[in-house]
Structures are given as C-alpha cells and as structure tokens.
C-alpha cells in the first residue's frame, strides 16, 4: 500500500485502504482515489472460494465492494458478511452496498487494525485481507490475529498489491522510474509505517505464522486509458499529488509529466498496470 493507497482502513482518525482511497475532511468517503475494478474482486472472492451458510470477514473492508463480490458467488444461498474498517465513513459506504444483498446477513464494526482484532476464537470460516499490511506497525500481529479468530480448518486470503511494479507507458522513462519509487517509498500521514514492496513478501509473511500456505497467486491489474475512472489514471494523479505534497519533486516536473501522459492517451499509446499478489492459507 507510499502515496495514498487502494481498498482497505481509511480515515482520518486510522490508517486508510491500501493506496487508493482517501477520505475528505469532512469525514465522507467522496473520492476512491483507486476505482473499483471488477476483474480483482472476482479473482479475490474466487480466491476465498466461499460455501453456502459461512461467516465470513473481511478485515479492512473498505466500501463493501469485496464483500458484495463474494456475496454474488453464492446469491442463492445465505452467507454472513462481517466488515471491519477504521474508518466510520466508509462503514456507511458498505452499508450501502451490502444493503443490496438480499442473501446475506451483515455487520459492519469500525476496529483499528493495528490491534486487536474485535473477533471471538475460531469465529469465522474464511477470513479476507486486501491492501491493509503496508500500513501497519506490526503486519506479523494481524496475520497472527487473523489466525485466531479463523476456526481450525477454515482459510484466509491476504492479498496485496506490490506498489514498485507501477507501470506507466510515459515520455521520459528515466523519470517515471524515479517518481515510481519515490512513491512506493513515501510515508503519509495517515500512514503508521510504509512498505511499497510488502506484495513480494507475503509469503515471507506467512511463512512466520501458525498458518498452512495452499496457494500463491499473481494478477496484473491493467489500464489502456489515461482517463477519470481509470486506474492508470487514479495512480497517476495520486502519484503525483502524494509528492508534491512532500517537497520532493518539482510541481512543474510533474505537471509536465501528466501532460506527457495526456499526449500518449490522446494517440492511444498510454498503459498502466500493477501486480496484485495473494497467498491462500489455512489454519490446520
């Protein structure tokens, strides 16, 4: 998950998603500086592979939209959504879309975690982690939290993105370069820790836990178009706002570089992309 991340903990008073969500200061999840993208929340919910009847939580839940996706895998069987977030506004956001769901019963806690997990032992059947860890102090004490609270026999799914694989086509690849790891390695502040590269050593991660690993996998999530709603274009923009916040690059450079990306739209030769990484485990 540094600059502003993609869908996990928000909010002013916690650390927000994974690089793509910022909340306004009004408190209200207006703008998801990362657009949903549709193809990753059936790859994550498809990951989770979620049964009938199952309690499920999705630790740093965001706007909902991952649990609506595991939701609309099973829409003719009753599940229970847990949603827990540090952000109230984007608590109400997932209340929204999870009130769509005529399936499953929900409910949605506003918990920092950072800490203890608001969850009984052995609660859940399969548990969920999107582009949380980066932010976190300690991201070995919420894998061990996710742990306890998932029962014997039942999965977790945590999944990152790697935010040094940000692909931009660009006029001046020498800088893109250079803005790309600035950016991975920028602490905000909302941001208790930083750690672009955290995608690659999820393994690692898990590796240090009382977790079984089943499955790693890999997905490139990829943008053709430098336009709003696009991610490319989201990344892009937030990239350059995280550093021209923090001094470290002239504004002109990166106005003269978002331009650059605007010619290359405008003759169709723009792209972007970004791996995401995922280890399916299992508590033995």
């Given at each position: 998950?540094?600059?502003?991340?993609?869908s996990g903990m928000a909010g002013p008073t916690g650390p927000p998603p994974s690089r793509p969500r910022a909340a306004d200061p009004a408190g209200e999840v207006a703008d998801m500086i990362e657009p949903v993208v549709p193809d990753r929340l059936r790859w994550l919910a498809g990951l989770l592979d979620p049964g009938p009847g199952e309690r499920i939580v999705d630790l740093g839940c965001g706007t909902g939209s991952t649990l609506e996706a595991i939701a609309g895998r099973l829409p003719?069987?009753?599940?229970?959504l847990l949603g827990l977030?540090?952000?109230a506004a984007a608590l109400r956001a997932a209340e929204r879309t999870l009130g769509r769901l005529p399936n499953a019963a929900r409910l949605l806690v506003q918990a920092d975690l950072a800490g203890q997990v608001p969850l009984a032992d052995a609660s859940v059947d399969r548990a969920l982690c999107h582009n949380v860890l980066e932010c976190l102090p300690d991201p070995d004490a919420l894998v061990a939290e996710a742990y306890r609270v998932v029962r014997p026999g039942?999965?977790?799914v945590l999944s990152h993105s790697d935010f040094d694989t940000l692909v931009f086509a660009s006029e001046d690849l020498e800088l893109t370069r250079w803005l790309v790891r600035a950016y991975c390695d920028t602490q905000q502040d909302w941001?208790?820790?930083v750690d672009g590269t955290i995608g690659r050593r999820l393994v690692d991660i898990v590796g240090r836990s009382r977790l079984r690993v089943d499955d790693v996998q890999a997905r490139v999530n990829l943008s053709q178009r430098f336009q709003p709603g696009e991610l490319g274009y989201a990344y892009a923009h937030n990239l350059?706002?995280?550093l021209r916040a923090s001094g470290q690059v002239d504004p002109a450079e990166l106005d003269s570089w978002l331009a650059g990306l605007h010619r290359l739209d405008a003759r169709r030769a723009f792209l972007f992309s970004v791996n995401d990484y995922a280890v399916v485990c299992a508590r033995p």
């Open positions: 998950m540094a600059g502003l991340k993609v003719r069987a009753d599940l229970e977030d540090a952000s039942g999965h977790l941001m208790d820790a350059a706002a995280v």
